[in-house]
């Protein structure tokens, strides 16, 4: 599998997502986010989690708007997978890619610490190798992470079974305790929590592992 993984000014988890990308097995490209095009071959985006563009405007809105943007949204409508990741989610939503948006966290104050996620679908390349309703717990690290969406888009979200996870106890006051969610194709997942950061031993588990190596069975059987 070939991932390739974008790279804004405020970047500052490109390399954790490179490395659980390879660490499952995956052949990873650095694309820096002025580039237009994507390496040849790639099966998988990673729009990875920092603050972009210094959060200037709102999160993600500048970065969403970079020259490499419009190729991971048509690498997403051309069927393709695509991973965004704490401000990786915020770019997704600025795209269009994914509903809603996120919002000042409820409390106002930048939040880092681990949290525990629901499994709510394992229908979903990303989520192929958990159980449903099964606990993981993995880092957050955002102060804007407040998944905001109206009433019908929350109801399309829950009868499309395109929620990927819920927060167990909810951090930021995001509705429905949304922590990620699908694209319609479900081949598009933002979620705010960072796997890549548990993805190792060294970093205190192994939670997020499963997601990346799941993702390169998945593909590479494709």
């Known amino acids: ?71 991971v949204v048509s690498h997403a409508e051309r069927g393709g997978y695509v991973l965004g990741v704490c401000n990786g989610f915020q770019i997704l939503t600025e795209t269009g890619l994914l509903p809603g948006v996120l919002l000042r966290n409820a409390g106002l104050k930048y939040i880092c610490k681990p949290v525990d996620l629901k499994v709510e679908t394992r229908d979903s390349a990303f989520t192929a190798a958990y159980a449903t309703g099964s606990t993981m717990t993995v880092p957050i690290a955002h102060h804007d992470g407040n998944y905001f969406a109206d009433d019908e888009t929350l109801a399309r979200l829950k009868g499309e079974d395109r929620v990927a996870f819920r927060y ?31 993805a190792e031993q060294a970093h205190g588990g192994t939670d997020g592992a499963a997601m990346f190596t799941g993702l390169v069975d998945q593909l590479a059987t494709a």
């Open 1 to 71: 599998m070939h991932a390739a993984v974008v790279v804004f000014p405020g970047s500052n988890c490109d390399r954790d997502l490179a490395v659980a990308f390879e660490r499952a097995g995956a052949k990873v490209s650095m694309v820096w986010h002025k580039d237009t095009a994507m390496p040849e071959g790639v099966d998988i985006i990673g729009v990875p989690g920092g603050f972009s563009f210094g959060d200037y405007l709102r999160c993600g809105a500048i970065a969403a708007n970079s020259p490499i943007c419009r190729s």
């Open 168 to 198: 167990a106890e909810n951090p930021n006051g995001s509705r429905d305790d949304i922590a990620g969610i699908l694209s319609e194709n479900r081949r598009v997942l933002g979620m705010m929590p960072h796997p890549e950061r548990m």
